[in-house]
């Protein structure tokens, strides 16, 4: 080897050592940097013909593609239920439990007390203004249960539109990722921080829906849902789009709705859960209250024979009698009939002789009061769709619907921590093998360093060879 070529070789020593030195002490800068990959340089040398000359080949990501899918896949489900759990607690927590005083439940043990009282002393003015009380009591304790419930629908839509937007956000930032690795020179120090950027963006999607992913050769990332639909094909994205009227998702022209039949969508991801909470956990929630409501104005209207055909009992449905077909939304418009309510310029002592009496009844006369205490311990008509069982009492029914709705919530929860350990245990396995450990790359600058002590002695020895030979001469 001349001694050109030696110190070409030297040279080209000291700049590989750079830039190892370079994305080693990158290494160390970014040590606790969130979705930051651990690198290393690979260096690789030129025939003897070509002079000898040291290069780094590539900047290598140290990627573990198995450990990354299952991490994200553990984090899709996480979210569905940390969106379920908080949907569901938000609501909960206006509801109360089965023994709570706010609670429905409590509500209507107390208007069953008042009834009781009514039938002991059915003359008694206080009695029958108790029951009046009560039942205002109980009817907005169901409103308000019902408001609160409306509430978190309409919060859950609000959280909808937002993912749904930042979504949008990130595969638009994808594409624009995609746009410079295509341009980007491959196994460069540059384009491997453009791919520490794309996983933690391909991570946030999955954080809000689970996706599948495809590399091509030049690190394009393309998206897709679970079921298949694109959501980024190297630079062409399908927008996302929720349809405010009929609640359902879209991705372009495909739906994508989780838990649709047909759809192209997904099943896990913080808008999984909150389809859940629009599409099933809390329709089911409303149609309880209102099965209970509807128990209840059904019940008292069979039990009055005052009434005539079509007349509203001692619960209304916002003052007319019960119908079938106007069952939604019923909780939040029962109300006591204004006919025993004094304060609405009605009589007492209909609650006593019956709302369609039309004059007083025998002042002892517990008759009616009994048979409006029968609807605690009758069966309710059967409601579609409550996911509770057939032929239970308003006391029962509203103790199940309760502790239904509590334990949903609870589950919701603990299915959330359970899958949380379980996402964090793969990400430990996944930064073991990706993150950056600080002894291994404190132990890489020593050998850096002696590389480039090594390189350094080599051009330091043929300079002096050089000015020898030139002496010589």
């Known amino acids: 080897m001349s001694l050109n070529s030696a110190l070409s070789t030297a040279r080209s020593g000291l700049d590989a050592t750079q830039v190892w030195s370079e994305v080693t002490a990158r290494n160390i800068a970014n040590a606790n940097t969130d979705g930051y990959v651990a690198k290393d340089a690979t260096l690789s040398t030129t025939s003897a013909g070509q002079g000898g000359l040291v290069t780094v080949s590539t900047v290598r990501r140290e990627v573990d593609a198995s450990l990354d899918r299952m991490y994200r896949l553990a984090s899709s489900k996480m979210n569905t239920q940390q969106a379920i759990s908080e949907g569901v607690q938000a609501y909960t927590a206006i509801l109360g439990q089965p023994n709570d005083a706010r609670s429905p439940v409590a509500r209507l043990g107390d208007l069953q007390t008042a009834f009781q009282t009514l039938a002991n ?8 203004q108790g029951v009046v009380d009560a039942g205002n009591t109980l009817a907005q304790s ?16 609000t959280e909808i539109k937002y993912d749904v937007s930042d979504l949008n956000r990130t595969l638009y930032k994808i594409a624009d990722l995609n746009r410079q690795l295509a341009t980007s020179q491959t196994g460069a120090p540059a384009t491997a921080d453009l791919q520490d950027e794309m996983g933690r963006l391909v991570q946030t999607v999955s954080g809000m829906v689970d996706v599948q ?4 050769a030049s690190g394009q990332v393309s998206l897709y849902t679970a079921g298949g639909t694109p959501l980024v094909e190297a630079q062409k994205v399908s927008d996302v789009r929720y349809d405010d009227g009929t609640g359902k998702l879209y991705a372009g022209s495909q739906e994508i709705t989780p838990g649709a039949g047909g759809a192209r969508g997904f099943e896990n991801g913080s808008l999984a859960g909150l389809f859940q909470l629009q599409d099933r956990i809390l329709p089911t929630f409303g149609r309880q ?4 409501a509807a128990g209840l104005i059904q019940g008292f209207q069979s039990q009055d024979a005052s009434l005539a055909p079509g007349q509203a009992g001692f619960f209304t449905d916002a003052g007319g009698a019960y119908d079938p077909v106007k069952i939604d939304g019923l909780a939040s418009r029962i109300a006591v009939n204004a006919a025993v309510d004094p304060a609405q310029g009605g009589t007492l002592g209909r609650v ?9 009844g025998a002042a002892g006369d517990s008759t009616q009061a009994n048979a409006f205490l029968a609807v605690f311990t009758r069966p309710m008509p059967a409601v579609p769709g409550t996911d509770l069982a057939d032929g239970l009492s308003p006391g029962d029914f509203a103790a199940n619907m309760v502790s239904y709705q509590q334990v949903t919530g609870t589950r919701a929860q603990q299915d959330f921590t359970q899958l949380q350990t379980t996402a964090q245990t793969i990400d430990a396995s996944r930064q073991s ?6 002894d291994d790359q404190l132990q890489k600058l020593i050998v850096i360093q002696h590389s480039y002590a090594a390189n350094s002695k080599m051009m330091s020895v043929i300079s002096q060879m050089m000015d020898a030979l030139i002496q010589a001469v």
């Not at 169901?142 to 839509?157: I, P």
């Open 289 to 292: 209250l209102d099965a209970l």
């Open 213 to 216: 992913t495809r590399t091509d």
């Open 433 to 438: 093998v990706e993150g950056v450990n600080l």
């Open 121 to 128: 002393s059915p003359a008694s003015a206080a009695a029958q």
């Open 352 to 360: 006593r002789d019956g709302i369609g009496a039309t004059s007083p």
């Open 142 to 157: 169901l409103h308000d249960t019902a408001g609160a419930l409306t509430e978190v629908r309409g919060e859950v839509t």
